[in-house]
């Protein structure tokens, strides 16, 4: 297999490296590598900060990552790392008009919209500039660090499981002692584990199973097979104890891609048999004792019921992915031209107008989109997510062909968040977010992007 082609980057992503002729030695976006590990750290143990660490700041804490990436930006511009390109631009300038309509013709509420606004304009061009700043190397260090952490955040899971909803480790946002966890069957809750609902559980094993199925399927020791084995178990007795079909289904969406990975390197094939077998075993081995015997029969009795009343894969596609989607639409015309008013359709959102937490547009991403902007607005953000996952699928699939199988399994996860993702949830938004980047930046090679930037298509996307 050739590989020379890996070094050239993709010619229909957006990155801007032409500054690196003008700062040798040390890398000039190393700050920003920084700040970007900081926003998928805080990501992922923001939830924890809530809950356990410093619960009295629960609030600001819901926000904690908007300077963050509002100083990355500011970076990124001066510093000639980051073009903006149609997609930011126009991003920001559909909900610069959707936040002074939902003002004048909508909800009213000045920090109803400006909670609205911060989810396009402040979060959104983070994915191009991790793409920009990070690259494949940076991508698999964050593989590296998610193996690591799939063991212990299972471990937490076990313990959430079998705990009580007033034990401090599920205490709630805010140090609640009514527990953090979600109704799931029976008498058991679905765990959150280090976020603040449960979504975000769900969210970081999809993400761990693509650096988890990658890295089988790779001949490079980018890990210990120790180590690997480990969390491919961890993966695997965590799904049960999530009680969450969404996902199992995921994972099996994950895997699928991975096997069209495989169907273009058949000699990859035997690796990733030899590990499923072993994996196996461990797995069934595991499964005779009692702890997982109880997580087993929750997660199948939660299967089976969901299966009478929402229906199986057919049912949770139709219903949450596609299902939504077509009824955002279908719907629109009994909404106002301009929507409800931008941020209305948040959690917070509604808590500042009406003083309680539930969904006063739609639960749905794209139903609150239009809900909230209007059919005209609101599928102009639905078309800018749905055209830059459909570069990024272009631009993935092309490194398929010639074997690079990274892109196209992060791929997977990555269309499974940004084209319908809750943007509305604070934790479904950042998973989105760095799902998206870290799959552009693994299109990059750090030696060529730094010593040759003149191979590197300006026009963007």
Not at 8 to 30: A, T, V
Not at 134 to 152: C, E, N, Q, S, Y
Not at 318 to 324: A, C, K, V
Not at 436 to 456: C, E, Q, V
């Amino acid at each position: 297999m050739d590989t020379s082609n890996f070094a050239s980057p993709p010619n229909n992503l957006d990155i801007q490296l032409s500054r690196y002729e003008k700062y040798p030695g040390r890398s000039h976006s190393s700050p920003l590598k920084k700040g970007i590990w900081a926003y998928f750290i805080l990501l992922i143990f923001e939830g924890a900060l809530r809950k356990w660490i410093v619960p009295g700041l629960a609030t600001p804490l819901l926000i904690v990552r908007d300077p963050l990436a509002i100083w990355l930006f500011i970076m990124a511009w001066k510093r000639g790392l980051l073009n903006i390109n149609i997609f930011i631009a126009g991003m920001f300038i559909i909900s610069g008009i959707g936040f002074f309509t939902a003002i004048f013709w909508g909800h009213g509420n000045f920090m109803v919209a400006l909670f609205g606004l911060r989810t396009l304009i402040v979060h959104w061009p983070v994915i191009f500039i991790i793409g920009s700043i990070f690259d494949r190397d940076d991508v698999l260090k964050v593989g590296r660090f998610m193996v690591w952490l799939t063991i212990p955040m299972t471990i937490l899971l076990i313990f959430q499981f079998y705990s009580p909803q007033s034990a401090w480790v599920n205490r709630g946002v805010g140090g609640d002692i009514g527990g953090a966890g979600f109704v799931g069957v029976s008498d058991y809750f679905r765990p959150p584990a280090t976020f603040s609902f449960t979504n975000g559980t769900g969210l970081f094993y999809c993400l761990s199973a693509c650096f988890v199925f990658y890295f089988w399927l790779s001949p490079q020791k980018y890990i210990g097979k120790l180590l690997l084995i480990c969390a491919s178990i961890a993966l695997l007795v965590a799904i049960p104890f999530s009680i969450s079909r969404s996902l199992f289904f995921s994972v099996i969406v994950i895997l699928g891609f991975s096997v069209m990975a495989i169907s273009r390197q058949p000699k990859s094939a035997g690796r990733m048999i030899i590990a499923t077998i072993t994996i196996l075993i461990l797995f069934t081995a595991l499964g005779r004792l009692g702890i997982f015997q109880t997580a087993s029969k929750a997660f199948t009795m939660r299967f089976t019921t969901a299966n009478e009343t929402e229906g199986g894969l057919t049912g949770t596609l139709r219903d949450r992915y596609l299902g939504g989607m077509l009824d955002a639409i279908t719907n629109s015309n009994e909404l106002p031209f301009f929507g409800y008013g931008i941020g209305m359709g948040t959690n917070v959102g509604s808590l500042l107008l009406t003083g309680e937490n539930h969904f006063l547009i739609a639960e749905g991403e794209w139903g609150r989109l239009i809900g909230e902007m209007g059919i005209l607005m609101g599928l102009g953000v639905i078309a800018l997510r749905l055209a830059l996952s459909f570069k990024i699928l272009l631009a993935c699939y092309k490194r398929l062909t010639i074997g690079d199988f990274l892109p196209w399994i992060l791929l997977s996860f990555c269309l499974l968040t940004l084209p319908q993702g809750q943007w509305s949830q604070p934790t479904s938004l950042g998973f989105s977010i760095v799902a998206a980047g870290f799959t552009i930046a693994s299109l990059r090679r750090k030696k060529n992007a730094i010593n040759h930037p003149s191979n590197i298509d300006r026009k963007g996307i």
